[in-house]
C-alpha cells in the first residue's frame, strides 16, 4: 500500500500545473439591417442583392474596377471623345462585372461565409446582415429599375453591438 501511495505522488508530482481556465473571448459583433431606395418616383423590380464587402474584398473591388476602367478607357478613348456619355455606360459596365468577379471570389473563398455577406433584400427593400465583427465595410447593391441596372453603394463602420439602420441611396454612375 505505500508503494502504491509512492506512486501516485510521483505521478502526481510529474504532472504540469493546468493553467487556469480563462472565460473564453467573444467576437465582438454588429448587427446592419436597412433598405435599398429606389430613384425618386421608380421602382425597384423584383429582389435586389445586397453584399458586405469586408475590408480586404473592399480594397480587391476598388482596383478591380481601376483596372476594368482603365482597359476600357485605353480601347475606347475615341468613342469617349466624341460620345462623352459613353463613358458612364462602361463605366457602370466596369463595376458590374466587379461586383459579379468580386461575389464569384466571396464564393470560392471558404474562409470568407460567403452566406453571411451576400443576402437579397425583401420585397420591400429591406436587408439585414446579423454577427458582422467590427471594422468597416463597403456595402453595394445590384438591382433593376424598370429595365435597367442599378447599383447602389454605400460604407457602414460597425462599431458597437446595438444594430446600425441605414437607408442605401448612393447609385453609382
Given at each position: ?74 480601347r ?12 458612364f ?20 473563398d ?21 454577427n ?22 454605400d ?19
Amino acid at each position: 500500500m505505500l508503494i502504491s501511495f509512492i506512486i501516485a505522488a510521483v505521478f502526481l508530482a510529474a504532472q504540469k500545473p493546468q493553467p487556469a481556465t480563462e472565460p473564453q473571448k467573444t467576437a465582438e459583433t454588429g448587427i446592419i439591417a436597412g433598405r435599398v431606395a429606389p430613384p425618386p418616383e421608380q421602382k425597384i423590380s423584383g429582389p435586389v442583392q445586397v453584399i458586405l464587402l469586408p475590408p480586404r474584398y473592399t480594397n480587391l473591388w476598388n482596383s478591380d474596377v481601376q483596372k476594368r476602367l482603365d482597359n476600357y478607357w485605353e480601347r475606347y478613348k475615341p468613342a469617349f471623345a466624341t460620345q462623352k456619355e459613353y463613358f458612364f455606360e462602361v463605366s457602370r459596365m466596369a463595376q458590374k462585372e466587379s461586383i459579379d468577379y468580386i461575389v464569384t471570389r466571396m464564393r470560392r473563398d471558404p474562409s470568407s461565409n460567403a452566406a453571411d455577406f451576400i443576402k437579397e433584400t425583401s420585397p420591400e427593400g429591406k436587408f439585414e446582415f446579423k454577427n458582422v465583427p467590427f471594422g468597416e465595410y463597403k456595402i453595394l447593391a445590384l438591382g433593376k429599375v424598370g429595365d435597367q441596372s442599378v447599383i447602389w453603394q454605400d460604407t457602414v463602420d460597425v462599431q458597437s453591438p446595438i444594430p446600425q439602420f441605414f437607408e442605401l441611396k448612393k447609385r453609382l454612375p
